[in-house]
T-cell receptor, first 112, second 112 residues
Framework: NAGVMQNPRHLVRRRGQEARLRCSPM?????VYWYRQLPEEGLKFMVY????????ESGMPKERFSAEFPKEGPSILRIQQVVRGDSAAYFC??????????FGPGTRLTVL | GESVGLHLPTLSVQEGDNSIINCAYS??????FIWYKQESGKGPQFIID?????DKRQGQRVTVLLNKTVKHLSLQIAATQPGDSAVYFC???????????FGTGTKLQVIP
């Protein structure tokens, strides 16, 4: 059973471009979470999704950020019109239904 | 609680010694706690968890202690090895709520 997969692992964007981060949960997991991590800091919750539904987006900025988890395919975290402050590591985690979350290797976004 | 933009506290231990990493959590309603290990460039890795109806839980070389009175959590690592060098995060969840709140993190450096 493959673990949580994220791609790309590294993404470089110029200010104003769009960033699309993908997360494929573990097989059988229908819960997906996105977190953001700045250097030397802990992970901060952004959004929690189940298939086709956003359950909790309280940690996600109201503008420029969106997330989806379609019936088929990976979960996508989309950042429009990126700014330098969006540079961070973005981690996805999946869970079968409850407490334990399994994390992916992360996508490191650099905004030039 | 939420982490802040400070340098991570560092714990340096000699190989073979025991390590104790401490964490203060913020939410009195939290009833599930997790310790994660994060190596450089990787996603967090589950180490051990504990529910609020317990005060101690042991795994392989690791023990988690929970003191709900003072909202304190600790991770003990026996016979610390170089491979234990990483950043360790405590995390908390409240009730059935899926959101995991991460602590600030502690960097463990093992001296060979």
């Amino acid at each position: 059973n493959a673990g949580v997969m994220q791609n790309p692992r590294h993404l470089v964007r110029r200010r104003g471009q769009e960033a699309r981060l993908r997360c494929s949960p573990m097989k059988g997991h229908s819960h997906v979470y996105w977190y953001r991590q700045l250097p030397e800091e802990g992970l901060k919750f952004m959004v929690y999704l189940q298939k086709e539904n956003i359950i909790d987006e309280s940690g996600m900025p109201k503008e420029r950020f969106s997330a989806e988890f379609p019936k088929e395919g990976p979960s996508i975290l989309r950042i429009q019109q990126v700014v330098r402050g969006d540079s961070a590591a973005y981690f996805c985690a999946s869970s079968p239904k409850g407490d334990e979350q399994f994390f992916g290797p992360g996508t490191r976004l650099t905004v030039l | 609680g939420e982490s802040v933009g400070l340098h991570l506290p560092t714990l340096s231990v000699q190989e073979g010694d025991n390590s104790i990493i401490n964490c203060a959590y913020s939410n009195s309603a939290s009833d599930y706690f997790i310790w994660y290990k994060q190596e450089s460039g990787k996603g967090p890795q589950f180490i051990i968890d504990i529910r609020s109806n317990m005060d101690k839980r042991q795994g392989q070389r690791v023990t988690v202690l929970l003191n709900k009175t003072v909202k304190h959590l600790s991770l003990q690592i026996a016979a610390t090895q170089p491979g234990d060098s990483a950043v360790y995060f405590c995390a908390e969840k409240a009730g059935g709520y899926q959101k995991v709140t991460f602590g600030t993190g502690t960097k463990l450096q093992v001296i060979p």
